[in-house]
Structures are given as C-alpha cells and as structure tokens.
C-alpha cells in the first residue's frame, strides 16, 4: 500500500495518523499506532522491506540484537509474541501486547533492544516457567475440566489463574482498577483485587517433577499456580459456602445447584508439550 499523507502533532512532531491507497485504489486514515507504523513504515524509516508484515503474520522471527540475542517471533495468537533473550524464551500475554509492539518499534526504528529486554526480565521474574507448566497439566485427574488460554489456566471455562500465579474471573481484566466501597462511598483503588485471596499456610517444600526424561524443580511462584487449580476445582469441598458457588457458578460450566461439570471441556491451543510424559503434582494445602 502506497502512503500519501501524513500527520504530525504541533507541538511535540510525533506522526499522528497518514493516510494510505489500498488495494482497492481507496484512500484510508489510519492511527499512527505502534502495530501501523511496523505495518506501513509511514516514514519509510524500517531497516526491512515491506514493514515489519512477516512477524506480524505470524510468518518469520526477526533477530533484532546480536549481543545480547534478541529474537521476537509471534506465536497463534496475535496478541502473544515469543520473546528469546541470550538463549531463554518467553511468551508474553496478550494484556502485555501494546508494551511488546512499542517496543519492537522503538528495536527497529531506534537500535535500542532495552525495551524488549525489560519485558523479557519482566516475564521471567513474575510469570510462571510456562512450558513446565502446561506440561503438568495432564496429571490432573479432572484436566478435562481445564483449559488453556494466552493469559493462563481457565477452570471450568470461568475462573482464571493467571500466568502470575494470580486468581480472576474470565472476563476481569487485573490491569483496570477496582473498586472499594465504605458505606455510600465508593473509591477507585490503585491495585486489582483477585477474585478469591488464598495464601499457603506452611512452608513450601521443594518439588521436582520429571518431565520427557529432564527434571525442573517448581519455583514458589509455579507451586502457587498448581495450588491455586487443584482448590478451584475441589473450590465447594475447600470452601463449603453453599451460596457463594451457587452464585458464581451460574457462569461456570458446571451445573450452578451441584458443581458438578457439565461439558467434558477441551483445550484447543496447539502446544508442543501435551504429549510428553511427566510426573504426578500434589499441590501444596492452602
């Protein structure tokens, strides 16, 4: 597509929307959004031909650093990119989107990688070892009832325990404020609530779990995770307020009288992990 025009903020000179021929021969607007400008290349400023359409397709990894590595890949999902630093590979959400499509264009319009970088840091200290995860998945009894999505492990097609080991409902988006209300008042917060706070009351010992031959050893953060669905999914036997789950699994797929699961449920995300044979998790009591 051919750009014809472009617009530019007064004050501050940042590109703002431009205007392309499509296929067509049709003018379009469009916004200077992060995913536009490695589309289009409005400015003619990317070091690759043809934008940057490839890895957003889907299509081909881009090598954007040698020293340190960086490589970024985008997976099926078009919200969730693989992002390899010196060798480690991470797979952001799809919350985490619009941080990793800055910072791939400040990577290819800058030469700075520090952005990407921090996001790899970012995953690594605060999300779960993902593929020694969803590898574990298959030694629970009732895993029919789980499925996996790009933001973490959905029990029952409601509840969500995220890739930071956090629990939400399905629809809750934990980066928006939440709300508290004294009395007649109601105040915006500043952090996200889950939906049900659960804390381990003892220590963790260490578990290592063998998966196709090679053993990991569970960070505290993953013991948390496996925790968290083993009590989701026994969630009337470990907190027997009959109301409570009454109401909630009204949007569950469970029968909202009994609890008892009303679909086989079924996991549609093609990972290169389900087939691989691994030990047994008994999480730990919460």
Known sequence: MEVIDRSYHKKTGELQQFTVIDNTGQPQLVKATPENVLLYDPEDK?????????????????KFSDDPEVIISQTTNNKCFLVRVDGRTVETTPSQSSRVLESIKQAALDGSVQGLIELHEHVVAKQVHRSVINALMQTFNESERLTKTGDGWLVDDFYLVNWEASLYTAHN???ENDYRRAGSQVTETDGSFEFVQLRLNREIDPVTVTIDGDEYQLTEREMMFLAKIKWLLGRRSYHPDTSFWTWTDQYAA??????EPTSDG?????DAYDSVHSSGFDGPAL
Not at 254 to 259: C, E, H, L, R
Not at 266 to 270: G, P
Request: proline residues 6%; negative net charge.
């Open 46 to 62: 990317l070091p690759f031909s043809n934008g940057l359409q490839g890895l957003l397709d889907g299509e081909e990894a881009i």
């Open 173 to 175: 988006d934990p980066d």
């Open 254 to 259: 469970v029968d909202q009288i009994t609890g």
């Open 266 to 270: 079924s996991d549609d995300t093609d």
